[in-house]
């Protein structure tokens, strides 16, 4: 819906990390990769038993792939051709489940037909682990079922984290787990590494080449990449509108130091005692403007990134930002006049495709205590599901109520 906005926060780099179990024993493998002239790259690859050393190597500004193999995960290999519906297929390999509770996903490759299965309460867990270190994936795979996005460029046998394929008598693959822990190297179509990181791989390829895995997690995965893609969005505009007034506030100095150095020069020669009074003047107004402008970046920044934090803690699904301006110019800047903008005010725009759900969140937004006076300077047609709107918060001091 939003492509032009997806597009533009593509990245070439990915994360991918694997969770799994080798004896009762938690390893985790982190794999990198570099997207160059349309091909991969292997940008590094790290093992270890513990996730905050892990967690280090771990860039939160790039998309964090997560896969979850402990044995706390069922995988059952099938036979047959698979039913119409994913669900049946899922009941037929753990009949008598109630699916409300679990989350399933399915592989369905031409040699080997699989349904990985594990309790939500299991990804919940790990996904608050992640939080509690400044980690939020863009998006969950379970078990070894996310190995369908590689089967077309593997052949057997192949090894991976805990767990092994073997080519049976009748030419099917055949799937054994609870392998023991391996240094083994594999080569993908010249790409090498450890096989401890082959389903971060198989899940980073999906991932760039926007393929779905048959799951009851791609509502899941939706909101979580929908997250990432929010988070991207404030972290860059906080950086652009610093960068814009930090440009301006500049060319308005250089505009002045020109116009100031032309009138000294049509004043003529000064003598020594005027040139010593006029520099001491001119230093003080420098020191004065420097004071302001640290000031001003130092309020903006610390104001608006509480305020976005705010705003996106409660940021529904059906609602994308264009632009979250804090203490917006209230007039163009003039060389001969201050600067000067609305005070504790955030002018916030972007789209939505559900009215209720814009309704009630801004209803949300005006209930909060930082909130003084919100409301809503624009609110117009732009398709038969997308509708544009603007916002402006008048916003109470940092820690006061209304």
């Not at 980690?135 to 052949?155: K, N, R, T, Y």
């Not at 787990?177 to 971060?200: E, V, Y």
């Not at 005027?274 to 001003?296: C, D, P, Y």
């Not at 814009?358 to 949300?364: M, R, S, V």
Request: hydrophobic share 35%.
């Amino acid at each position: 819906m939003f492509r032009r906005i997806g597009q533009y926060i593509q990245t070439s780099a990915y994360q991918g990390l694997e969770i799994f179990e080798v004896a009762g024993t938690f390893h985790y493998a982190l794999l990198k990769l570099q997207r160059k002239q349309g091909k991969l790259e292997l940008s590094g690859a790290w093992s270890s038993t513990t996730l905050e050393d892990i967690a280090t190597r771990i860039d939160p500004k790039k998309p964090l792939l997560l896969q979850i193999n402990t044995t706390r995960v069922l995988n059952k290999q099938l036979d047959g051709d698979r039913t119409a519906l994913a669900e049946q297929w899922v009941k037929k390999a753990f009949p008598n489940l109630d699916l409300e509770q679990f989350h399933y996903q399915v592989m369905d490759g031409p040699k080997i037909k699989l349904v990985s299965l594990t309790k939500r309460s299991v990804v919940e867990e790990h996904l608050t682990e992640l939080k509690e270190l400044g980690l939020v994936p863009a998006g969950i795979s379970i078990g070894i079922a996310g190995l369908c996005h590689s089967l077309d460029v593997m052949e057997t046998p192949i090894q991976g984290s805990n767990f092994s394929i073997q080519e049976g008598n009748d030419g099917r693959w055949v799937l054994s787990q609870g392998n023991p822990l391996t240094s083994a190297t594999i080569d993908i179509q010249g790409l090498r590494m450890p096989s401890q990181h082959l389903l971060s791989f198989s899940q980073l390829l999906g991932h760039i080449q926007g393929r779905e895995t048959t799951s009851n997690l791609n509502g899941v995965n939706r909101e979580l990449h929908v997250g990432f893609k929010n988070r991207w969005f404030f972290q860059k505009g906080v950086q652009w509108g610093l960068g814009t007034l930090l440009t301006l506030l500049l060319v308005n100095f250089l505009v002045f130091s020109h116009y100031r150095s032309k009138t000294m020069a049509s004043e003529g020669p000064i003598d020594p005692d005027q040139q010593t009074e006029l520099l001491e003047r001119t230093r003080e107004r420098v020191s004065t403007k420097e004071k302001k402008l640290q000031a001003l970046l130092g309020s903006s920044n610390t104001h608006a990134t509480l305020y976005m934090d705010k705003i996106g803690a409660g940021l529904p699904e059906s609602i994308l930002l264009d632009a979250l301006t804090y203490q917006p110019l209230t007039r163009p800047i003039q060389p001969d006049k201050p600067i000067s903008t609305g005070t504790d005010e955030l002018v916030i725009s972007g789209q939505t495709n559900d009215k209720e759900a814009f309704a009630q969140w801004t209803a949300q937004l005006e209930s909060k205590e930082w909130v003084k006076d919100l409301e809503i300077e624009r609110y117009e047609y732009r398709s038969k599901t997308v509708d544009n709107f603007s916002l402006k918060i008048q916003c109470d001091a940092i820690g006061q109520k209304k």
